[in-house]
């Protein structure tokens, strides 16, 4: 089976910082998401791509860039952290209607 | 656009007794719905998934039909344990395969 890897695993940034996360994936699946889970609360969506090269908004794309350079990573790029932000930043990935994530990068910042 | 609607965001039940948790969808496309749960600390994992109005599908107890007419998708289980405690999700998936999920209903079941 396949594998979602999302590193750093925890991310403590300051605040105006610019943080990248980074995700891998090895299902070879050609769309992967980047979802932003806060505390106890649903998954919104930040950015996706159909394929490499390929990036689309989400609701959330605001304050965030996305890199898919190649199939098989997505990075997320944080532009500028806000004080006092925490959040679960989740990635995951798809093949028709089937979608995996990973254990996600947990963001604080002070 | 697309949408996700779970009414509920916390839900308190002893263990044992019934549940429903209620999901409606907005779409403009044949609709795919899904539910995830979510144990603390873990990644969202497929509970079920559907795109056949009128037929239920189930898994681990878990239990929801599809229902076109009423744009719906509620999930059910008929006895609550206390491992089923988590978070649990709707979604829809979108032309693009863009997976829309609903804000979540937290499940706590207790002893």
């Known amino acids: 089976g396949g594998i979602i890897t999302q590193t750093p695993k925890f991310l403590i940034g300051q605040e105006g910082q610019k943080l990248t996360l980074k995700c891998q994936q090895n299902f070879n699946h050609d769309t992967m998401y980047w979802y932003r889970q806060d505390s106890g609360k649903g998954l919104r969506l930040i950015y996706y791509s159909i394929t490499e090269n390929d990036l689309q908004k989400g609701d959330l794309s605001e304050g965030y860039d996305a890199s898919r350079e190649k199939k098989s990573s997505f990075s997320l790029t944080v532009t500028s952290a806000q004080k006092n932000e925490m959040a679960v930043f989740l990635c995951?990935?798809?093949?028709?209607?089937?979608?995996?994530f990973g254990k996600g990068t947990r963001l604080t910042v002070v | 656009g697309d949408s996700v609607t779970q009414t509920e965001g916390l839900v308190t039940l002893t263990k044992g007794l019934p549940v429903m948790l209620n999901c409606t969808y907005q779409t403009t496309y044949s609709p795919f719905l899904f539910w995830y749960v979510q144990h603390l600390n873990e990644a969202p994992k497929l509970l079920l998934k559907s795109s056949t109005d009128n037929k239920r599908t189930e898994h681990q107890g878990f239990y929801a039909t599809l229902h076109k007419s009423s744009s719906s998708f509620h999930l059910q289980k008929s006895s609550v344990q206390l491992s089923d405690s988590a978070l649990y999700f709707c979604a829809l998936v979108s032309n693009y395969n863009v997976l829309y999920f609903g804000s979540g209903t937290k499940l706590t079941v207790e002893p």
């Open positions: 995951a990935s798809s093949i028709r209607t089937e979608v995996f």
